[in-house]
């Protein structure tokens, strides 16, 4: 079979890909969604890169970052179309008013670390630096912007992260020396 021999080749390449990896894009995405989720991205994002095996550079992980990125965003925004849908649909059928924003929300800002005061933008460009050991050039990739952008993006989050940092740790202190 002539074709055989490349085939076999397309698959040690992936294996090898996916080896080299996986379990570092699992860990990304994990950082935004729950395991299941992310385990289908993960599928995914390798999918594309069999499929577009000429596109994916040497250091593929950035690559790699910034396509699970993207399906992981497309994913996001069609369940927020569906559950909108649904909504509207409930909402029809029983004749209620739509639950505010605010509602859904609930309690969770209460769960917020430092890390977690900061923007979904501010995050993402620390953990691509300080989680994930990228260069800048290899996070500039990741986000789609100039190595520059991602430079003084970092830096600006680094910043703000500082401010966010201390400031709880003024509210911590604050409210320790409140007696009970």
Request: charged share 30%.
């Amino acid at each position: 079979m002539p074709g055989h021999e490349g085939s076999q080749e397309r698959h040690r390449w992936l294996e090898g890909l996916y080896e080299a990896n996986a379990d570092r894009v699992m860990g990304y995405l994990l950082h935004r969604t729950d395991r299941e989720t992310a385990q289908e991205v993960v599928s995914e994002t390798f999918l594309l890169a069999w499929r577009k095996q000429k596109s994916v550079p040497g250091d593929a992980l950035p690559w790699l970052l910034a396509a699970a990125r993207r399906l992981l965003a497309n994913r996001v925004r069609s369940d927020l179309r569906r559950q909108a849908l649904a909504e509207r649909m409930q909402t029809v059928m029983d004749g209620a008013p739509p639950k505010a924003f605010e509602d859904r929300v609930g309690d969770r800002e209460h769960a917020f670390k430092v890390l977690m005061l900061l923007t979904e933008t501010d995050r993402e460009v620390l953990l691509l630096t300080g989680w994930y050991d990228l260069t800048a050039q290899q996070a500039a990739k990741v986000l789609g912007c100039s190595r520059a952008a991602y430079t003084l993006r970092l830096h600006r989050a680094r910043k703000r992260f500082r401010t966010a940092l201390n400031n709880q740790i003024s509210l911590t202190t604050i409210d320790s020396e409140v007696p009970a």
